[in-house]
């Protein structure tokens, strides 16, 4: 069994079959955490999961690029979204709202971005402000929900470590696509994190990680419809997670169903499922 703790089957990407491939998932026994993006991304999440007895999950939270908007122009991706009307402000009743279901297992995505940003310093001041009070509101959810969080952290991972050290044992969770350095990782570690890697383990190097990060604290992703790792093209799906798992399997000399099998239990152990 494997669990993809990272998929986006409520994205536009899978408007026309999500529960085609979510079946099929379910029938090669790969269970998936979906991730919300927005408000709408979210609530989409929850819908899904709740039509399934187990096996499919959510996590409610406001991505820090849907912030931009007004600061700077951000590339809409239709993959995620048929379009994007405006900025989102982050409603806490409303996510808290959602929340309420019992298939909500994370606050999520939610962090820093800075990979797309503004050319002016004044703009830039602000877009990182705007993304830190975001991000903060957002914590506190988690801490009055006593749920989990998936970071996303592109570009900003000092920054989301000296946050993370100010509320050292309230907050659990996961980096979410982790592809910082070792030093990084032992920071995110030593505070009781879990690394989450995907199919950007193909992309970049990230065998000294891998080789050095406790199998016990590892959790398998896919990030789809994202990062298809090979030998596989197109579209990604949850049930390509296990390409994942024999790469880890094979950069830490071990046994590949037991790869599989601890970080099954990382997951169930991190999301409470």
Not at 187 to 193: I, P, R, S, T, W
Request: proline letters at 3%.
């Amino acid at each position: 069994m494997t669990i993809d703790t990272h998929a986006h089957l409520n994205f536009n990407a899978y408007k026309d079959d999500a529960d085609e491939v979510i079946r099929r998932s379910l029938d090669n026994n790969v269970w998936m955490i979906n991730v919300g993006s927005t408000y709408e991304t979210s609530k989409r999440a929850v819908r899904i999961a709740e039509k399934y007895d187990a096996g499919v999950y959510a996590a409610i939270g406001l991505h820090p690029i849907h912030l931009a908007e007004g600061i700077f122009k951000a590339k809409l991706d239709t993959e995620e979204i048929s379009f994007q009307a405006k900025e989102e402000e982050f409603d806490y009743s409303k996510y808290k709202d959602l929340a309420q279901s019992k298939k909500v297992v994370a606050v999520g995505e939610i962090g820093f971005d800075y990979y797309y940003r503004p050319k002016t310093r004044l703009k830039l001041e602000e877009f990182k402000k705007k993304q830190r009070e975001t991000f903060l509101k957002q914590l506190d959810l988690a801490k009055e929900l006593n749920l989990p969080v998936i970071f996303h952290c592109r570009m900003a991972n000092e920054e989301l470590i000296e946050i993370l050290k100010q509320c050292h044992g309230e907050i659990k969770g996961v980096i979410h696509c982790f592809f910082g350095s070792w030093q990084q990782a032992e920071k995110y570690l030593e505070m009781g994190f879990y690394l989450g890697f995907n199919g950007i383990i193909f992309k970049l190097n990230l065998d000294e990680t891998i080789e050095k990060a406790p199998l016990g604290r590892i959790l398998i992703e896919t990030d789809c419809p994202y990062l298809t790792p090979p030998p596989i093209t197109g579209r990604n799906e949850p049930i390509y997670a296990r390409y994942v798992v024999e790469r880890i399997a094979k950069i830490k000399k071990l046994n590949l169903d037991k790869v599989a099998e601890i970080t099954t239990e990382n997951a169930k152990k991190v999301f409470n499922i």
